[in-house]
């Protein structure tokens, strides 16, 4: 396994200048702003529990990946930071991470980079979904997320379940992001929403590939290889598609977002230790 230094992942077309900027935008994104209010959780472990050893920090295997860590702040389909992202970070198993690695450098060679919404998710973050879910009142964020769907179907739907394969540690949400990287501006709460499977310039910008709808867009639009999206939107999906397949990565068919490593390192645990460096302590990235 290569070391994550950058000139390892920078070998062939991609210049060392350009991933300088890459990092630069990388440490500048809008999402790493830490969030002004937090809910009340539905509930926290009186102590936290500590990741197993198999857990590393995305940004310690590969930097140039971007991180536009959605649930640490507002803007995601509740409209509030979920509980257990205590930071905006991106924590994966071991296994899953290095592949992302090696995904990520055929993508620089290509003149992409990826760009992850989530990574690991802790037990009590979806349990603030269903929690959520069940609030049939607080549906602040439907005309971005959820348009055409009922919120009173979600769990019907399969958009929201009690379990999630994020909380095993090798699921991460992600998408394409064309060099050179431009940012992506803040998300500003109450701002005017906008349907999720509008078109690109009505939807909210995002400085990632047109896939044809925004992430964790509640709509039968955003199934993988749904036959309305074609062209550019299409071939902009296989592009992801193949590149991650070829590292090991599994799509889940109703999210174009959604990828799993396989084999999981974890296939039957539901982790709950929180979102942050903390979760790590002592842990070494090693190849």
């Known amino acids: 396994m290569p070391r994550p230094i950058l000139a390892a992942a920078l070998r062939g077309a991609v210049t060392v200048a350009a991933a300088a900027a890459l990092l630069a935008v990388t440490a500048l994104s809008p999402a790493t702003a830490a969030p002004t209010a937090r809910p009340a959780p539905p509930s926290t472990p009186a102590h936290d529990p500590r990741a197993p050893g198999e857990f590393v920090a995305l940004r310690d295997v590969d930097p140039t990946v971007l991180q536009e860590m959605r649930y640490a702040t507002p803007h995601n389909f509740m409209g509030v930071p979920v509980t257990g992202y205590r930071a905006p970070i991106c924590l994966l198993t071991r296994d899953a991470a290095w592949a992302l690695h090696r995904a990520q450098r055929a993508f620089l060679r290509r003149g992409y980079s990826l760009k992850v919404y989530d990574c690991y998710r802790p037990q009590r973050a979806v349990n603030h979904f269903v929690a959520w879910a069940a609030d049939l009142g607080d549906q602040r964020m439907k005309g971005e997320f959820y348009p055409r769907v009922d919120k009173s179907t979600l769990f019907r739907d399969g958009y929201i379940a009690e379990k999630s394969g994020h909380s095993r540690g090798s ?117």
């Open 171 to 287: 699921t991460v949400d992600l998408t394409l992001v064309r060099l050179p990287v431009l940012p992506t501006r803040p998300y500003v709460p109450g701002e005017p929403l906008t349907p999720c499977y509008g078109p690109r310039e009505a939807r909210f910008p995002d400085n990632s590939l047109d896939m044809g709808t925004g992430f964790d867009c509640f709509d039968t639009l955003a199934h993988t290889l749904d036959p309305r999206i074609t062209g550019v939107q299409r071939a902009n999906r296989l592009l992801l598609k193949d590149g991650l397949e070829r590292a090991g990565f599994v799509n889940y068919a109703a999210e174009w977002w959604h990828y799993t490593f396989t084999p999981e390192t974890f296939p039957d645990t539901y982790f709950d230790f929180p979102v942050s460096r903390r979760s790590l302590t002592g842990h070494r990235p090693r190849g």
